[in-house]
């Protein structure tokens, strides 16, 4: 016999003699922790932090808006070396180029490979036309990669090297976009998540600020170019639901990137940039909304963007290569249905089905039909046709034997005599 307390087992105590019906030394264990499925985001936890995380960040703007530096201050890491500025004599590259950094971070003992696509080159020729096409076949060569791991045997190491993020830059003009601003967004807002960036913000005044954001917003809209929101679940705390709507408020981030440290005016020691009026500060969020956008694009919603690459644009494009192919989609795979109404609707196609045969049959029957009263119409035709011949026959025989009587009758000879058989003057006695 044994006894249970809170799930612990109870084991009997033997006897000198080595029986175990005394309980004299009862030993009950009491479980460290709670017992049910809300440890598996602890389990997840665990797994992904062992695992790792990839992320893929593609930067695209002009020469000269800071991008490398931008990147530098988001992940606090020396990715790009200084530039060294080409001098007038060098040859200059023809066309985009397509250049990526890795680097292993570690922070907390959470381990992120990160992967940063530079495009340098946009947007500094004489003709930006296509300009774009370079980057969007680098786009849809790393899914073209990811789609082949997919199809392979063995799945087990797929490495995701899709871009997760795209970083554009934006001239601060204070006036507009630029129509290569429109036409690569336009071209590349169903491929990646666009996230516009309006560069160097400290040389436009808080209103200048304000209202190029306003004007850039409404050219996303008139040509309608999706870019990323950060999304909103349900039963989300007020707390979160601010922040969210703080940070899409914030859209384009007006940025000033600088990894250098200064010191300001009252003794701190800042990332920031020096001028003769004053410091303006990285991290501080009444200077620029760097702060923002480290929040959503490190912080808060990095997983988000992972998500939304994999669930919606990866997907769609996906589906679209696979049809243009020609592989189709079964609609009723894996499809969700209701036993009771799958039985209803197999039974109302059995009866349109057997409906259906009736109908064919009964179309064969009455075809068959007409086809047997016409053959029998043509033969009645046929022996009317036969029968009258034959009685015409009849007739016209009967009434040349009836001549025969009569002439036997009246001593004619049935045969006409011959002309110039008789002479004149005599006569048959």
């Known amino acids: 016999m044994a006894d249970y307390e809170n799930g612990d087992a109870a084991s009997p105590s033997p006897t000198p003699n080595g029986s175990a019906h005394g309980f004299s030394n009862i030993v009950r264990k009491k479980l460290m922790g709670y017992v049910g499925f809300a440890n598996l985001p602890n389990q997840v936890h665990r797994k992904s932090v062992k695992k790792g ?163 850039v917003l409404s050219d996303i809209a008139e040509h309608n170019i999706r870019i990323f929101q950060a999304p909103i679940y349900e039963n989300e705390d007020e707390e979160t639901v601010a922040e969210t709507e703080e940070i899409a408020s914030k859209i384009p981030f007006a940025v000033v990137g600088s990894d250098q440290e200064v010191d300001t005016p009252d003794g701190r020691t800042v990332r920031g940039r020096s001028y003769p009026w004053g410091v303006v500060e990285v991290d501080n969020e009444d200077h620029c909304d760097f702060v923002k956008l480290r929040q959503m694009l490190v912080r808060t919603y990095m997983e988000e963007l992972r ?88 007739e016209k025989q009967r009434g040349e034997l009836e001549d025969k009587k009569r002439r036997i009758e009246s001593g004619r000879p049935l045969t006409p005599e011959k002309g110039g058989s008789r002479k004149k003057g005599f006569l048959r006695p």
Not at 73 to 93: C, D, G, H, I
Not at 134 to 155: G, S, T
């Open 53 to 215: 995380f990839q992320f893929t960040a593609m930067v695209v703007g002009e020469s000269g808006l800071g991008k490398s530096t931008l990147i530098n201050t988001l992940f606090n890491t020396q990715l790009y070396p200084r530039k060294v500025p080409l001098p007038p004599s060098a040859e200059r590259p023809k066309t985009v180029a397509i250049e990526s950094i890795t680097a292993d971070i570690e922070e907390n003992g959470v381990r992120l490979r990160l992967t940063v696509v530079d495009t340098p080159g946009f947007g500094d020729f004489v003709d930006n036309d296509e300009s774009w096409k370079p980057i969007l076949e680098n786009i849809e060569a790393r899914f073209d990669e990811y789609l082949e791991q997919e199809n392979r045997v063995n799945r087990q190491k797929i490495v995701d090297n899709r871009v997760h993020a795209c970083l554009y830059f934006i001239q601060p003009t204070g006036h507009s976009l630029k129509q290569l601003d429109i036409e690569f967004m336009r071209r590349l807002h169903t491929k990646v998540n666009l996230i516009p960036v309006i560069a160097k913000a400290d040389t436009l005044t808080d209103e200048e600020i304000v209202s190029f954001k306003q004007r």
């Open 307 to 394: 998500e939304h690459t994999n669930l919606h644009l990866y997907e769609n494009w996906r589906s679209e290569k696979l049809h243009a192919m020609g592989v189709a989609q079964d609609s009723s795979v894996f499809k969700e249905v209701n036993p009771a109404a799958k039985l209803a609707e197999e039974r109302t196609l059995h009866e349109a089905k057997l409906a259906k045969m009736e109908a064919e049959m009964r179309m064969v029957f009455q075809q068959k039909v007409s086809e047997k009263e016409a053959r029998l119409k043509q033969s009645e035709e046929e022996l009317y046709a036969r029968h009258k011949e034959m009685k015409e026959a009849l």
